[in-house]
């Protein structure tokens, strides 16, 4: 049962254009969710948050947005660079549980 | 430099043979946990702890075990490893709530044959 769900597993964009990463999950009492990023050979590094009681968080060039009647969260990274390309993660919790739910991932390529 | 470490990056290994995969933090972090990465199937975490002696399952503990006896180590044990266990593993630590992320060791890639 998977209650996070990356629906693409890959996306492709060209240098300088925006990234929209997309997640949605099923399991309405979560109320935090963060994004991790993971180059091959290395481990998942936590990107950006965001709390349930938000629907946006900024910093730098990464945007999340956040819609819980939906639920559905997205990234956004505006300007995409070549180094922003990876595989992202979607993960969402409670607040006070460890049992931490990550989505599929999606594979991000950013073109020169 | 704050890290997880795991051991051994890589293992080939065969059917029943027990194996321990090690993880280790420097961050004094209460909250260590392993995950198991599938394709198509993301993170899935197999154990977490709180704190030391404290352990509890996750999404998929079946043929795993785990022991938190000193706060920096959190090894996890194959005791009859099987081929539905080859997948690539990771440890993590935290401070412990939910809203805290979490660092990650560099995985272990694990084939039983």
């Known amino acids: 049962d998977q209650q996070v769900k990356q629906n693409s597993p890959s996306l492709s964009v060209q240098e300088g254009r925006i990234s929209i990463l997309n997640c949605d999950y099923t399991?309405?009492?979560?109320?935090?969710f963060l994004w991790y990023k993971k180059y091959p050979a290395e481990g998942p590094t936590f990107l950006i948050s965001?709390?349930?009681?938000?629907d946006k968080n900024e910093d730098g060039r990464f945007t999340v947005f956040l819609n819980k009647s939906a639920k559905h969260l997205s990234l956004h990274i505006v300007p995409s660079q070549p180094g922003d390309s990876a595989v992202y993660f979607c993960?969402?919790?409670?607040?006070?549980?460890?049992?931490?739910?990550f989505g599929a991932g999606t594979r991000l390529t950013v073109k020169p | 430099e704050a890290q997880v470490t795991q051991n051994p990056r890589y293992l080939i290994t065969v059917t029943g043979k027990k194996l321990t995969v090690t993880c280790s933090q420097n961050?004094?972090?209460?909250?260590m946990s392993w995950y198991r990465q599938d394709p198509g199937l993301g993170l899935r975490q197999i154990y977490y702890?709180?704190?030391?002696?404290?352990?509890d399952k996750g999404d998929v503990p079946e043929g795993y075990k785990v022991s938190r006896k000193e706060k920096r180590n959190f090894p996890l044990i194959l005791e009859s490893p099987s081929p539905n266990q080859t997948s690539l593993y990771f440890c993590?630590?935290?401070?412990?709530?939910?809203?805290?992320?979490?660092?990650f060791g560099d995985g272990t890639r694990l084939s039983i044959l």
């Open positions: 961050m004094n972090h209460e909250y």
């Open positions: 965001i709390s349930s009681i938000k």
């Open positions: 993960a969402a919790t409670l607040y006070n549980n460890n049992d931490m739910r």
């Open positions: 702890s709180m704190n030391v002696e404290v352990t």
């Open positions: 399991n309405s009492m979560f109320d935090y």
């Open positions: 993590a630590s935290g401070l412990g709530w939910g809203n805290q992320p979490q660092h």
